[in-house]
């Protein structure tokens, strides 16, 4: 299990992330049929899975990992100053608030939004292309998920199996 969700994020992040957000003593919290739920390791979440894709959606504790292993900018989308104060809460990116973006970005692409300073503010999921959000002045750029000053989902639910962090064989 390990292994595949190494695997995943780096599919989904870039070489080398599987191995900087799962470290071998994090857990899985599983569903009644055996699927990865969510990543923890000890009682901080790194990420949840999926259920439509099997991709990850990270927690900020997850995106503060990530970001300490990519070069700026892969993967951030950064925020002007008067906006950030909001994103960190949790509240919607809008494009007018970008000041720049990673290039390769894609639509529905988690993403990491960090200030100027390269400062985690939220995880999120873009909901534009890199060339769209730095083009236009409306809408949404970023929706998202868990801001740095807001509430996250607990690390692990009540009706849920754990197991250890080796793979299943």
């Keep these: 299990m390990l292994e595949r969700m190494r695997i995943i994020a780096d599919y989904q992040f870039g070489k080398g992330a599987g191995k900087a957000l799962f470290q071998d ?5 599983l569903s009644r049929t055996g699927r990865v739920r969510q990543i923890v390791e000890g009682d901080r979440r790194i990420a ?13 504790y997850g995106g503060e990992k990530l970001k300490a292993v990519l070069p700026f900018p892969q993967k951030r989308v950064v ?5 950030a104060p909001f994103v960190a809460k949790g509240k919607t990116a809008f494009c007018k608030f ?5 290039p390769e970005i ?5 993403v990491l939004l960090v200030d100027k300073d390269d400062n985690l503010l939220a995880t999120g999921q873009a909901l534009l292309a890199a060339p769209e959000i730095m083009a236009f002045r409306r809408g949404p750029a970023v929706n998202v998920r868990y801001g740095v000053k807001g509430k996250e989902m607990a ?15």
Excluded: H, Q, W
């Design 25 to 29: 003593s994090v857990t899985f919290t």
């Design 106 to 110: 894609r639509a529905f692409e988690e």
């Design 155 to 169: 690390a692990v639910t009540a009706d849920t199996d754990t197991t250890g962090g080796a793979p299943a064989t």
């Design 98 to 102: 970008v000041v720049s973006c990673d």
């Design 48 to 60: 949840t899975v999926r259920a439509n894709d099997g991709f990850l959606i990270l927690s900020t």
């Design 79 to 83: 925020m002007n100053d008067d906006a």
